[in-house]
């Protein structure tokens, strides 16, 4: 089944403990994005890849990092969480063109 | 600085209502936008992309359209399954295929 999955599903840690949630999709597409998703504030990019060691930064990339080795796999890393980085994250990938992107079913992220 | 603005925020129907959501954008040029669906809890699910003014698409009860300034997604005779929270998105022709701009979504609710 062509899917992205991403995990943990939920995840609660304390400020300052580094984190990592991993994607991975196996449609063999070549973008790749992070979202978060934020009660009024809706979908926000936080970084996106064209290609493998290709990213770029979206609309609110402080505090997290992203690496792209392999063409399916696409972390999340969080060097040190806060408590305004607790929200909904999406990992999404695309084949570009006509496509959108499809989601994972979410990671939900609280940081006391 | 490009933009996305969903309308109405909410909007209740009874079933069999027929409606529109609107999306309208500000992108120095458009390279597509995208209609999704999400339901609570799970990741936007893609429905479809539209790419020049005048252009129509259609998946069953839903209708999506595309001026130059703004999108409506058409719901013709809702059914109670068909409520849900739309997400429009748009790809500037400056930017990334991997560069999707989410609206904050329009919260769809079909009673019965």
């Known amino acids: 089944e062509a899917q992205v999955t991403q995990n943990p599903r939920y995840l609660i840690t304390v400020t300052g403990k580094k984190l990592t949630v991993t994607c991975s999709q196996n449609m063999n597409h070549e973008y790749m994005s992070w979202y978060r998703q934020d009660p009024g504030l809706g979908l926000r990019q936080i970084y996106y890849?064209?290609?493998?060691?290709?990213?770029d930064k979206g609309d609110v990339p402080e505090g997290y990092k992203v690496s792209r080795k392999e063409k399916r796999n696409f972390p999340l890393i969080l060097e040190s969480p806060s408590p305004n980085q607790t929200s909904l994250y999406f990992c999404?990938?695309?084949?570009?063109?006509?496509?959108?992107?499809?989601f994972g079913s979410g990671t939900r992220l609280t940081v006391v | 600085e490009d933009q996305v603005t969903q309308s109405p925020e909410a909007l209740r129907l009874q079933e069999g209502e027929s409606s529109s959501l609107n999306c309208s954008y500000t992108v120095s040029g458009l390279r597509g936008l995208f209609w999704y669906r999400q339901d609570p809890g799970k990741g936007p699910e893609f429905l479809f992309t539209l790419y020049s003014a005048g252009e129509e698409k259609e998946k069953e009860r839903l209708k999506a359209t595309l001026t130059k300034k703004e999108s409506f997604l058409h719901i013709t005779a809702p059914k109670p399954e068909d409520s849900a929270t739309y997400l429009c998105?748009?790809?500037?022709?400056?930017?990334?295929?991997?560069?999707?701009?989410f609206g904050k979504g329009t919260k769809l609710s079909v009673k019965p």
């Open positions: 998105a748009v790809q500037a022709v400056r930017g990334s295929q991997g560069n999707l701009i």
């Open positions: 890849s064209m290609n493998v060691e290709v990213t």
């Open positions: 999404a990938s695309r084949a570009g063109g006509h496509y959108g992107y499809t």
